[in-house]
């Protein structure tokens, strides 16, 4: 098992920018490719980013690229997106995810999930 605690979120402002912490814990949580998902109100839980388990490749929605940057402290166990440039369509719950490197990463599966943190963007 994998646990999953995001922390970061909070209001931001257009153009402005916010991170986001993810911290693993369990079973060797450094050996897992994780993911940022994010979910705004009345829609569909979207796939934002992804890095490979030892950092050497990424992925990233469209709507995000250039904009925010995924990346990983495996000595901490957690992995951070830092979103720059803010549009208030990044408005959502934002999930941190987990699973073992079986996948390419632009797959959406993932096993262990965290709780969401809330990401408000006002214009």
């Known amino acids: 098992q994998v646990q999953l605690v995001e922390s970061g979120g909070g209001l931001g402002q257009a153009g402005g920018s916010l991170r986001l912490s993810c911290a693993a814990s369990?079973?060797?949580?450094?050996?897992?490719?994780m993911g940022w998902f994010r979910q705004a109100p009345g829609k569909e839980r979207a796939y934002v980013a992804a890095?490979?388990?030892?950092?050497?490749?990424?992925y990233y929605a469209n709507s995000v690229k250039g904009r925010f940057t995924i990346s990983r402290d495996n000595a901490k166990n957690t992995i951070f997106l830092q979103m720059n440039s803010l549009k208030p369509e990044d408005t959502a719950v934002y999930y941190c995810?987990?699973?073992?490197?079986?996948?390419?990463?632009?797959?959406?599966?993932?096993?262990?999930w965290g709780q969401g943190t809330q990401v408000t963007v006002s214009s």
């Open positions: 890095i490979r388990w030892n950092g050497g490749s990424s």
């Open positions: 995810a987990a699973r073992l490197p079986i996948y390419g990463l632009e797959n959406r599966q993932y096993t262990y």
């Open positions: 369990g079973r060797t949580s450094s050996r897992y490719d």
